[in-house]
């Protein structure tokens, strides 16, 4: 019964003393004129217990700050004949995002079981899938060029592993390897 005695004691002083700092315009400017280093409102450290006859300490409960309303001004009135002119903000537009996705065609090179040429998609500054366009075949050409494409054609072959044309060469396709290093150079270059 005392702590609820207490809890509304201090309610309601805290209250009071809300309105009578907020209700007045000559101490709201005063206190509007304090350094901000000292604490308008006390914290729960700084508010001492009470002791009830039983020994008991209890901390008077603060009142949570009501949200309050900006006091209207005094405005003064436009002298008669001026204009008012607003600015509008510049207006923005967005572009629709290009597509950075690129398809980049290496310079054929001729060796001495065929013609080979290599084509590279690019996006952004990563190189994101490789395809032979031309290779040697006929014969065991077609073995070895399905080797050469197995290793380092499609989207996790190892020039995109590697995103360079430092490939290792196919065993057997020795040749034909190294004509696919060049054409690819030269995509990278175009590229990049």
């Known amino acids: 019964m005392r702590r609820a005695f207490l809890a509304i004691t201090g309610l309601a002083a805290s209250t009071t003393a809300l309105v009578v700092f907020k209700g007045s315009p000559a101490t709201n400017q005063v206190a509007q004129n304090l350094p901000s280093s000292q604490p308008v409102n006390p914290t729960p450290q700084e508010v001492e217990p009470s002791v009830d006859p039983a020994g008991v300490e209890s901390t008077p409960s603060v009142a949570p700050k009501a949200p309050t309303s900006p006091k209207p001004t005094k405005s003064t009135a436009r ?13 923005t537009t967005t572009k629709a995002p290009q597509s950075t996705t690129r398809r980049v065609t290496g310079n054929g090179f001729e060796n001495e079981y065929g013609y080979v040429q290599v084509q590279i998609v690019v996006s952004g500054n990563r190189i994101v899938e490789a395809v032979a366009l031309s290779l040697p075949s006929g014969g065991e050409s077609d073995i070895h060029s399905g080797d050469v494409r197995n290793r380092y054609d499609g989207r996790g072959g190892e020039v995109v592993q590697k995103q360079n044309a430092n490939l290792n060469t196919v065993s057997g396709a020795t040749e034909t390897s190294n004509s696919y290093k060049q054409s690819l150079r030269s995509a990278i270059e175009q590229a990049f």
């Open 79 to 91: 002298p008669s004949g001026t204009r008012t002119t607003t600015k509008a903000a510049p207006r």
